[in-house]
């Protein structure tokens, strides 16, 4: 499932973060914490992990993901990685099309996590740069996604996908993955229609008998399929 989630970050929030990334100082190749396949792909900057900015960062991003309701519906998530930080423009200006690692480790946990579902927020408008398209394939065929800054993109961490060449000044973005309660990506499009479905019709009808029943299939569903 591939899903837009609209301001995750406040206009506020992306002000903080895009003061703090302006030090050059900072950013490092992000080739160096590419696998052996992505390596040969990647051709960006990267937040170094280790800065107080990067630890202040991370704090805000999780903060506004874990305030988005429609992130938890989505997502389900049981562990998150800290967020990365990325910078494309100039020479470092693409990702070519990759797979992510399917288990990847925290460095200041030093635990592995499954990384079922991946998260890009945009920290750029898209006025300010062209191309830098992040492509992911998916059964539909290849999906261009392009966000206003504060906006995010989950996806699941199994597609090919791919961030395009930019052309002109420059994109930044954070991004990280996401470990589900439910690693089916089927299963969880099936909670999440049904989550989705039964506000609406509490919106329409209140709390009926129907809604109540279909919130105990809900989280029968749930009790089934999690791993908590």
Not at 162 to 172: D, I, N, Y
Request: charged letters at 20%; hydrophobic letters at 40%; aromatic letters at 8%.
């Amino acid at each position: 499932m591939l899903l837009h989630l609209n301001q995750v970050l406040s206009p506020a929030e992306v002000s903080r973060a895009r003061e703090c990334l302006c030090d050059e100082a900072l950013w490092m190749d992000g080739s160096s914490t590419a696998g052996a396949q992505a390596m040969t792909q990647k051709n960006n900057r990267q937040l170094a992990q280790d800065s107080e900015v990067s630890r202040t960062l991370q704090a805000m991003v999780l903060q506004a993901m874990q305030r988005d309701p429609l992130f938890f519906s989505a997502v389900l998530p049981k562990r998150i990685l800290p967020p990365l930080f990325n910078r494309y423009g100039g020479e470092r200006n693409a990702y070519g099309p990759h797979v992510d690692g399917a288990v990847l480790r925290a460095t200041s946990a030093g635990e592995w996590l499954r990384t079922d579902v991946s998260c890009t927020v945009f920290l750029s408008d898209p006025a300010e740069y062209d191309g830098g398209e992040l492509q992911v394939q998916d059964t539909y065929g290849n999906r261009g996604v392009k966000l206003a800054a504060g906006d995010a993109v989950i996806y699941p961490g199994t597609s090919v996908h791919q961030v395009t060449p930019v052309t002109r000044g420059e994109r930044l973005a954070s991004f990280f993955w996401i470990e589900s309660m439910v690693r089916s990506d089927e299963q969880r499009r099936i909670l999440f229609d049904l989550d989705m479905n039964l506000l609406r019709l509490r919106e329409q009808l209140g709390e009926t008998p129907e809604t109540t029943a279909l919130t105990g299939v809900y989280h029968n569903l749930l009790r089934q399929w999690a791993q908590t």
